[in-house]
């Protein structure tokens, strides 16, 4: 079955680590997004990418880097500038839809990472 | 800018009750708009969308209509089950981008 693989499911960080959360689909989508939870909010985006070896920063890019290179691989790398990366960590793709604004296609979503801080 | 507002819950309802979850966007241009589930510890899923006004999406027994004039895409649904329980997300899409609203909490009780 096609998905979105997300792991590890739950990951522990100490002060001034870095860690990455990976991300895999085999939807063959050309989009992949990184949302992060927190309790009693709504998913807030951090980083998207429409293509290939191309991202963009979404609303809360500080402290976080990604890589797009393939097509089914966009992992998320929380730095130590990251002063609260305590979260639920989402990551979605879908297909780019049709012009002029892509916007009618769904995301499709991974079951999340839960990051913590030792 | 585009934003996404819903009720606040959580919403507990006995089985068999009828639901509404509102939900009111702002948006400049067409966005479409989504219908999000999310069970304890998993991702979200989607339950329905609509692409223009007027659309209404229904999946599961549970429909939400495309209203531009008032800006609204209410989630309902007839008769609720206990497996209904868990967060719903409306979402806005725009670009190449989704807006969440903040979730509400539905609890079913038997």
């Known amino acids: 079955d096609g998905g979105i693989t997300q792991s590890p499911k739950y990951l522990f960080r100490k002060e001034g680590q870095n860690v990455t959360l990976s991300c895999e689909q085999n939807?063959?989508?050309?989009?992949m997004y990184w949302y992060r939870q927190d309790p009693g909010q709504g998913l807030r985006l951090i980083y998207y990418?429409?293509?290939?070896?191309?991202?963009q920063k979404g609303d809360i890019a500080e402290g976080y880097s990604v890589s797009r290179e393939k097509k089914e691989s966009f992992p998320l790398t929380v730095t130590s500038a990251q002063k609260n990366p305590t979260a639920f960590y989402l990551c979605?793709?879908?297909?780019?839809?049709?012009?002029?604004?892509?916007?009618?296609?769904?995301?499709?979503f991974g079951d999340g990472t839960r990051l913590s801080i030792l | 800018g585009n934003s996404v507002t819903q009720m606040e819950g959580p919403v507990t309802l006995s089985e068999e009750a009828f639901l509404t979850i509102n939900c009111t966007y702002t948006?400049?241009?067409?966005?479409?708009l989504f219908w999000y589930v999310q069970y304890p510890g998993e991702g979200l899923q989607l339950l329905l969308k609509?692409?223009?006004?007027?659309d209404k999406g229904s999946n599961k027994g549970f429909e939400a209509t495309y209203r531009k004039e008032t800006t609204s895409f209410h989630l309902e649904k007839g008769s609720v089950q206990v497996s209904d329980s868990a967060v719903y997300f409306c979402?806005?899409?725009?670009?190449?981008?989704?807006?969440f609203g903040a979730g509400t909490i539905l609890r079913v009780k038997s």
């Open positions: 979402a806005l899409g725009y670009g190449n981008k989704l807006v």
């Open positions: 948006a400049t241009g067409y966005p479409s």
């Open positions: 979605a793709s879908s297909y780019r839809g049709t012009v002029p604004t892509y916007s009618n296609q769904p995301q499709h």
């Open positions: 990418s429409q293509i290939v070896n191309d991202f």
């Open positions: 609509a692409t223009k006004a007027d």
């Open positions: 939807l063959n989508h050309d989009a």
